[in-house]
């Protein structure tokens, strides 16, 4: 017979207010979408250790029970976006477990790619009370992999921009940033990302833990491709005016075919072939990306962050008039002894700093500043022509677009830039745009960048990228 706390029925022990908690041990916790919402979760990577702690108890301790009553845990699998049962398991109350306590502690499988939802309850007493229970999420993913990946390109322009270009022979590279299934298996989709002036591929995947876009989005499921480009970091770096706005719109229509057709070099196994191509920016990657995609209408949706076309504020048009000078008095070489006719676009690291951050870490700050490039002169100089055909050809764009802005962003009049713009794609159905308040330029660097990669996944999941 079960025994009670003094002066406590049986009956009166059932009755007992009572609470139960569920925990996950092991895994990273964050929001992110589980079976196509979104959730407070548990995110670990295949093989880690996870284990379900369910607890029970009545909450008032010096009445407490001990009972037998039961502490059941039930785990659901998601299944094609709908949960699908995957076992109960009921467990009384653990060895040398306080008066009136029960737990449950289950090792949970993560062999594999899986979403699982956990609830625990505790039984009611049939007619006389409701189960109480607790629910608790479960993503397992796949290790991310980063795989250096080169492109080969002509430097021609063929986009509507009118500007000049060598068309020489050059190298563009970066990195496969996937989920391991997505870094081998062909018919999936990615997501080609260009950077802004000043930046690299390193704004995409930056070396400051919880900054890394390319990495958090393979941890939701998304592939991504981040390049240097012509003229930064690892990719050539032909002359500064050799390069234009229309010739990296044009490269970046070249490297989305080489994505289609898999001719392109990869450290690491056999190029993979991608059916859909979604063609990412920041800022001027953004107009790049605009160019592109009204000019060669290969890729299937825009994704596009800190970029629109007009209401700009006067500081960064007095910038970008200061930074045409020095491109007109030669600029400088990108590195020294290398190639002439590229310039700072803010002349100093303070400028630089006022425009892309309000709110980053100040070790993110500062590792960005030190990483900062200059600007192929040749892209400065074809920026307001680029910004101008934009202006005329953004209604031809008919794909998905996803536009996301700081409220604090010292380049432009929000938010009224930031609506212009979608009224600008008004040949697409579907342009979703999103503030967020208080952050500057640089939106995957400020501290708000776990609320833009959410964003980002989901947008893409829900569209089926």
């Known amino acids: 017979m079960a025994a009670f706390a003094p002066g406590v029925s049986a009956a009166r022990a059932l009755q007992l207010p009572q609470k139960v908690t569920l925990r996950l041990a092991g895994g990273k916790s964050q929001r992110t979408t589980v079976c196509g919402r979104t959730h407070a979760a548990t995110v670990a990577e295949v093989g880690t250790r996870v284990t379900a702690i369910a607890r029970a108890a009545n909450r008032h301790r010096r009445r407490a029970t001990t009972s037998r009553r039961a502490v059941s845990l039930r785990v659901d699998r998601c299944d094609a976006g709908r949960w699908r049962p995957a076992g109960t398991r009921v467990l009384g109350a653990a060895p040398r477990a ?38 608790a999420y479960l993503r397992v993913v796949d290790p991310v992999v980063e795989v250096p990946v080169s492109f080969r390109v002509a430097n021609a322009n063929r986009s509507k921009v009118s500007c ?21 298996a062909a018919g999936q989709a990615v997501t080609l990302y260009l950077h802004e002036f000043s930046f690299g591929a390193f704004f995409w995947r930056f070396p400051v833990s919880g900054y890394d876009y390319a990495r958090a989005l393979a941890r939701e499921g998304h592939t991504s491709v981040v390049v240097d480009r012509l003229g930064y970091d690892e990719s050539s770096h032909p002359r500064g005016d050799a390069v234009c706005v229309g010739s990296q719109a044009d490269v970046a229509h070249q490297i989305v075919s080489a994505l289609r057709s898999g001719d392109y070099t990869t450290a690491q196994g056999k190029p993979v072939r991608f059916t859909r191509v979604v063609l990412g920016g920041h800022s001027v990657g953004g ?19 800190s970029q629109a076309d007009q209401d700009f504020t006067p500081e960064v048009l007095a910038t970008s008039f200061q930074a045409g000078l ?44 030190a990483m900062r490039n200059r600007d192929p002169c040749g892209d400065v100089q074809s920026l307001a022509s680029a910004v101008a055909t934009n202006q005329a050809n953004a209604s031809s764009i008919a794909v998905p677009a996803l536009l996301l802005y700081g409220t604090a962003d010292p380049a432009y009049q929000q938010p009224q830039a930031g609506e212009d713009q979608r ?26 960048a776990p609320d833009v990669q959410r964003v980002a996944a989901e947008w893409l999941a829900r569209r089926g990228f």
């Open 98 to 135: 306080p008066r009136g306590v029960r737990r449950l502690r289950r090792g949970l499988d993560t062999s594999a790619p899986v979403e699982l939802r956990l609830k625990a309850a505790i039984p009611g007493e049939r007619r006389r009370r409701r189960a109480r229970s607790q629910a």
């Open 423 to 448: 009224n600008l794609f008004s040949g697409s159905k579907d342009v979703t745009l999103r503030f967020f308040a208080g952050q500057a330029h640089a939106l995957t660097l400020e501290r708000a």
């Open 287 to 305: 107009v790049i990306a605009e160019v592109e995609a009204y000019s060669f209408r290969d890729v299937d949706a825009l994704l596009l962050l």
């Open 326 to 369: 020095r491109c007109g008095m030669g600029g400088e070489p990108a590195d020294p002894g290398g190639p002439p006719g590229y310039a700072y676009f803010s002349d100093s690291p303070d400028g630089f700093r006022h425009f892309s951050f309000r709110s980053a870490e100040q070790r993110v700050a500062d590792a960005a500043t």
């Open 164 to 184: 000049s270009a060598d068309g020489a022979s050059y190298e563009v590279r970066g990195h496969l940033v996937a989920p391991r299934s997505g870094a081998s």
